[in-house]
Antibody, heavy 123, light 108 residues
Framework: EVQLVESGGDLVQPGGSLRLSCAAS????????MSWVRQAPVKGLEWVAN????????NYVDSVKGRFTISRDNTEESLYLEMTSLRVDDTAVYYC????????????????WGQGTLVTVSS | EVVLTQSPATLALSPGERATLSCRAS??????LSWFQQKPGQAPRLLIY???SRATGIPARFSGSGSGTDFTLTINSLEPEDFAVYYC??????????FGRGTKLEIK
């Protein structure tokens, strides 16, 4: 069974930093791109970042470029999101999701999501 | 950046009726469109990928259509559990993604 479990969400002051983690199991982690998606309170979904299977390519939504860093550890089967210079509008539930894999069809982008972890940026 | 515009923002229907949700892209994305369902307090669930293919375990009453810039999600004979928020997502600019702002399907 595919499982994605996020952790690390917390209350942090504006300008602060936080590191989110996502522990993956039940699938070939190193065969998939992985993504972070966030959802502000009572708002829609926003794709935040993704990372290639070997970590050699990373992409970000414009609003987090230069502040957030996505990374992964394939030996630990874990995904991370390092967030710095946090702003009030970064407040959201952050989800990790399985992205594109080598065998399209056998797995699909965003066919599995974690339960989310809440990040609150407030003074 | 591809912008996805979903309409209507809210749709009020009764169980047993048919729901038609629209998603329009600001530029052609071929068939690289997915639909997700989200219920309160839950993560999104993939319903449709590549505009018209149902994901594993998704009931046949859910169907998707369209290509280029105009896409539709149709839910035939609404069940009580179908009332939720629906989002479209494009991967026409992969590896970048964008989501629409969602359509809330509520009970009339």
């Amino acid at each position: 069974e595919v499982q994605l479990v996020e952790s690390g969400g917390d209350l942090v002051q504006p300008g602060g930093s936080l590191r989110l983690s996502c522990a993956a199991s039940g699938f070939s982690f190193d065969s998939h791109w992985m993504s972070w998606v966030r959802q502000a309170p009572v708002k829609g979904l926003e794709w935040v970042a993704n990372i290639k299977q070997d970590g050699s390519e990373r992409n970000y939504v414009d609003s987090v470029k230069g502040r957030f860093t996505i990374s992964r550890d394939n030996t630990e089967e874990s995904l991370y999101l390092e967030m710095t210079s946090l702003r009030v509008d970064d407040t959201a539930v952050y989800y990790c999701a399985r992205d594109l894999g080598y065998n399209y069809g056998a797995s699909l982008p965003f066919d599995h999501w974690g339960q989310g972890t809440l990040v609150t940026v407030s003074s | 950046e591809v912008v996805l515009t979903q309409s209507p923002a809210t749709l009020a229907l009764s169980p047993g009726e048919r729901a038609t949700l629209s998603c329009r892209a600001s530029q052609s994305i071929a068939s690289y469109l997915s639909w997700f369902q989200q219920k309160p307090g839950q993560a999104p669930r993939l319903l449709i990928y590549d505009a018209s293919s149902r994901a594993t375990g998704i009931p046949a009453r859910f169907s998707g259509s369209g290509s280029g810039t105009d896409f539709t999600l149709t839910i035939n004979s609404l069940e009580p559990e179908d009332f939720a928020v629906y989002y479209c997502q494009q991967r026409g600019e992969w590896p970048l993604y964008t989501f629409g702002r969602g359509t809330k399907l509520e009970i009339k």
